[in-house]
């Protein structure tokens, strides 16, 4: 007879946001119950859970996010000790990114290689759980947060190199998220900015503008592998490692989309926590240095404006629509840096070389400013 389970939560419960289930389909709570948790582990294949059968089980809520889902901690004590793992539970069913992971692993991104994912360890349907190794480190976040110059620069280049690798090894999984799609985010966001304050017409139409113009002369067929969502709380460093977690969003998108994501994500944490808006430039410009350097897209510095500007438009939505405190500086830093990223220019650098196709090409992005 097996040992008793003993549980420090009996179930984990969340509540999925109403509006970011469109169909309506998402039960009104989702719960994470230890002992189902127990009997779907124990009915795993050794291949999955190698460390016999959990005698306790302690389940801590992490966060709630509004795709649904909700991260956990789960550990679990077996004959050979606890194991500290993640779990995610989501509100429908996400087998699919299970297989992703599953996919990234065997490409090059598994437990023993210096770039990686977080270990997929099971997917169990009927609790809608997504279990995955716990990773201990340090987030990139509070490295260029907290960092000094030299930090930085280095966690720079790590999320470069881990990002050119991606690119270059993964298998292209999900839908094509393609230059209309951000093109109709953009209008939908200016639209919103426009009809809470009319004297942002101007700046609006002029980055639409500028924006449709450029996607003409986007070549669709360049796309690769996409996370979705490549930023630095999305990484963790540890000594000689670099993991990338979450990817509920993966797709498959132009090289450049992940490249902007990471660049306007630091922009922007600079902004609320370095004190500057281009506190952490040396760090985008390391890091994109070292993205082309590992091989990446050589193609990328002359559609990085583009999706820059683009994601620049991204968020305050719900700021802007209850016209909380500070929209309308937000509204107008969005259309601005929108504009100068979109006004970016391609120019010769002496100093960085890329060798793309038996040519040799120098890039370097500059904006106005």
């Avoid at 299970?98 to 490409?107: A, G, I, K, P, T």
């Avoid at 998108?253 to 630091?266: E, G, T, Y």
Wanted: charged content about 25%.
């Amino acid at each position: 007879m097996s040992e008793p389970v003993h549980n420090s939560v009996d179930s984990a419960f969340f509540t999925p946001s109403a509006s970011s289930d469109p169909d309506g389909s998402a039960p009104a709570v989702t719960a994470l119950d230890s002992t189902k948790l127990v009997n779907q582990i124990a009915a795993l294949p050794t291949s999955q859970w190698a460390w016999g059968l959990p005698q306790d089980v302690r389940i801590q809520v992490l966060c709630f996010h509004p795709e649904p889902h909700c991260t956990l901690e789960i550990d679990l004590r077996t004959p050979g000790g606890w194991h500290r793992l993640i779990g995610k539970v989501y509100a429908t069913d996400h087998q699919d990114v299970y297989q992703v992971m599953e996919r990234l692993s065997r490409s090059g991104f598994g437990p023993e290689e210096e770039f990686a994912i977080p270990q997929p360890l099971a997917y169990l349907p009927s609790l809608r759980l997504l279990l995955q190794e716990r990773v201990d480190g340090t987030s990139a976040k509070e490295i260029f947060k907290l960092g000094d110059a030299r930090q930085r620069a280095a966690a720079a280049e790590r999320c470069g190199r881990w990002l050119a690798r991606f690119q270059k090894l993964a298998p292209p999984s999900g839908q094509i998220s393609g230059i209309e799609r951000f093109l109709s985010s953009a209008e939908r966001k200016c639209r919103l900015i426009t009809g809470a304050d009319s004297a942002l017409v101007v700046k609006s139409e002029q980055l639409l503008e500028r924006l449709r113009t450029v996607a003409l002369s986007f070549d669709a067929s360049l796309t690769c592998a996409g996370h979705g969502d490549y930023c630095e709380h999305q990484i963790v460093l540890t000594k000689g490692r670099t993991i990338v977690f979450d990817w509920d969003l993966y797709d498959i998108a132009h090289p450049a989309r992940d490249v902007a994501k990471f660049i306007v994500s630091l922009e922007r944490l600079a902004i609320k926590d370095v004190g500057s808006i281009r506190a952490l430039d040396g760090a985008a410009e390391v890091f994109l240095r070292a993205y082309l350097d590992s091989g990446g897209h050589p193609r990328v510095p002359h559609n990085l404006p583009f999706y820059k500007a683009v994601f620049w438009l991204k968020g305050r939505t719900k700021a802007i629509q209850a016209r909380a405190a500070g929209w309308h500086e937000q509204a107008e830093l969005m259309l601005e840096e929108g504009l100068r990223n979109i006004a970016g220019i391609v120019h010769r650098d002496p100093v960085h070389t890329i060798s793309h196709d038996g040519q040799r090409e120098q890039y370097v992005i500059s904006s106005c400013r």
